[in-house]
């Protein structure tokens, strides 16, 4: 049984290279909550703690998908 979290595979895939496959479609997730938060004032003076809530957010739209894909 593998213990690898479940990341969406990469955000950006190509066929350019096997070995570089970019970011993943959960750090791309993160990357746009974070925006968001920022955005809407929703961050902490805690950089920890916003960064935290972003992949919290990543993690629960990558969740969904998972969901609605299994439909």
Do not use: C, H, V
Request: aromatic content about 10%; glycine content about 8%.
């Amino acid at each position: 049984m593998s213990t690898k979290k479940k990341d969406g595979g990469p955000a950006f895939p190509t066929q350019s290279s096997p070995y570089f496959t970019g970011m993943t479609l959960r750090d791309w997730f993160a990357g746009r909550a974070l925006a968001a938060l920022i955005a809407s004032g929703d961050s902490s003076d805690d950089l920890d703690e916003t960064a935290y809530n972003a992949y919290r957010q990543a993690d629960a739209m990558l969740a969904e998908r998972n969901r609605r894909n299994d439909e």
